[in-house]
């Protein structure tokens, strides 16, 4: 679960934790699902517990690094997404996964996602498998 589930209904937060504690120890497949998210709250959050770290003396202030920072976020111990196909024809992120999606390589399709079929997957793979991929670099 990706988001800030403390702001949610009582009811709605018991049913959440239910369903994570009951597939807490899956394995396989991931499914993330984003509900009350935001890139940059995430972020935030992942800054104050770092600083509550700090504070604490769990961690030192030069041990900071990228992997202090990955390690804080929703996404802690998965991969970063290799591929993010945006439905709508849209070209933002709309504050989605900002640090994660750092060196993900995007594909753009003109259809709402309820039209986007196996064969724009498919698509979007073929596309994707023919990209050189740099992680940053030239």
């Known amino acids: 679960m990706l988001g800030n589930i403390a702001d949610l209904d009582t009811g709605l937060q018991k049913s959440i934790n239910k369903i994570i504690e009951k597939t807490k120890n899956n394995t396989g497949l991931v499914l993330n699902i984003a509900f009350n998210y935001g890139g940059r709250d995430e972020i935030v ?7 509550e ?4 003396n769990k961690i030192n202030v030069e041990d900071i690094n990228e992997q202090t920072i990955s390690n804080s976020l929703y996404t802690a111990g998965q991969l970063e ?23 993900t390589e995007f ?19 073929s596309v994707f498998e023919k990209r050189n991929r740099k992680f940053g670099g030239k």
């Open 107 to 125: 594909y753009f399709v003109q259809k709402y996602w309820p039209d986007f079929s196996e064969q724009d997957l498919d698509e979007a793979i």
């Open 81 to 103: 997404p290799d591929l993010l196909i945006r439905t709508s024809g849209e070209q933002r992120l709309s504050n989605f996964l900002l640090w994660q999606l750092a060196y």
């Open 53 to 56: 770290d700090v504070k604490e």
């Open 45 to 51: 959050r992942a800054v104050r517990k770092i600083a």
